[in-house]
């Protein structure tokens, strides 16, 4: 069993940068591939990024392709998100995922999520 737990979420400029946390208890989070999802008012949960369990792959959406970079430290039971030349589109509530033994790009195939935290891009 695994808890998630977002943070770094805020305010960001155009053009900016932020890098979101997800701290996660469990002795099995290193056996867990990691996704970030987002959900904008309006809109469905979306996939943003994901890494396998070894860090060894990682995919991303075409939306944030060359933006944005997903990451972990397995020691530390952390998964990172860093967000560089940040636009208002990618507004929205990001949340963390777990997923065990296969990647996946639907949110429905997830089975451990955080609460969310709050990324919000201004012109």
């Known amino acids: 069993q695994v808890q998630l737990v977002e943070s770094g979420g805020g305010l960001v400029q155009a053009g900016g940068s932020l890098r979101l946390s997800c701290a996660a208890s469990?002795?099995?989070?290193?056996?867990?591939?990691m996704a970030w999802f987002r959900q904008a008012p309006g809109k469905e949960r979306e996939f943003v990024a994901i890494?396998?369990?070894?860090?060894?792959?990682?995919y991303y959406a075409d939306s944030v392709k060359e933006r944005f970079t997903i990451s972990r430290d397995n020691a530390k039971n952390t998964v990172y998100l860093q967000m560089n030349n940040l636009k208002p589109e990618d507004t929205a509530v990001y949340y963390c995922?777990?997923?065990?033994?296969?990647?996946?790009?639907?949110?429905?195939?997830?089975?451990?999520w955080g609460q969310g935290t709050q990324v919000t891009v201004s012109s």
């Open positions: 890494i396998t369990w070894s860090g060894g792959r990682s």
């Open positions: 995922a777990g997923r065990r033994y296969s990647v996946s790009y639907n949110p429905k195939e997830y089975d451990y």
């Open positions: 469990g002795r099995t989070f290193s056996s867990y591939h």
